[in-house]
């Protein structure tokens, strides 16, 4: 029988891709019970569009989603971000539970994607005290709205706030209800993931997911 050795390499070499695209699209979940109580997430940067004093801080919560720890933020900025270090998603899904704890001005909980820096990405939220869902873009340090839409968002309550992003296709959905589809391209290419908050919001995060698309 002949043999062809060139097949079988190439064949090797298919097999790897597609392992490495396999891992590629491999989801992974946070759940904060890893990082210290008190202080920031190990592994996160955190900060705020437009100044401010945002307070990201891991903290005991009787009724997290997962465990005993979640992310909070209880500090007071224009647009309080905190994002995952290492990852670069040009494409793929964020996820996280959410629940409003309180705030005068806002009670939002949102993620951000294709984050470049504190002044270039994407965030959609949810917001308990308009009982509404959004998506906007911001450039340059301005936020812009792309589209609103009502939906219920009860204080005090874990929500699930899901973002599907691929080219400029995107869909937000809330506690497994799609609320925004549309086409959208001010954003392109890869960037960070995370998490966002609006003012004084006083927001809880737990469970956080995200996945690259190949």
């Not at 993620?111 to 002044?119: L, P, T």
Request: net charge neutral; aromatic share 10%.
């Amino acid at each position: 029988m002949a043999r062809h050795p060139h097949r079988h390499a190439v064949l090797a070499m298919s097999l790897a891709a597609l392992m490495m695209c396999a891992a590629a699209a491999h989801a992974e979940t946070i759940t904060f019970d890893a990082s210290r109580a008190g202080g920031p997430p190990a592994g996160w940067t955190c900060g705020s569009t437009g100044g401010g004093t945002p307070k990201w801080t891991i903290a005991p919560d009787a009724e997290a989603a997962s465990g005993r720890y979640v992310l909070k933020q209880a500090g007071k900025a224009p647009f309080p971000w905190c994002v995952k270090q290492g990852t670069a998603l040009a494409d793929g899904i964020v996820e996280v539970k959410f629940k409003p704890l309180g705030g005068r001005e806002d009670q939002a909980g949102g993620v951000v994607w294709r984050w470049k820096d504190g002044d270039t990405y994407y965030v959609a939220r949810g917001n308990a005290l308009e009982n509404n869902v959004s998506l906007y873009y911001t450039e340059r340090g301005n936020r812009h709205t792309i589209k609103y839409v009502d939906a219920p968002v009860a204080p005090n309550a874990w929500h699930t706030l899901r973002v599907e992003f691929s080219d400029t296709r995107i869909r937000v959905s809330l506690d497994g209800k799609s609320y925004i589809e549309l086409s959208d391209s001010h954003i392109a290419g890869p960037g960070a993931v995370g998490v966002w908050t609006k003012a004084d919001s006083v927001t809880v995060f737990d469970d956080f997911t995200y996945e690259a698309k190949p």
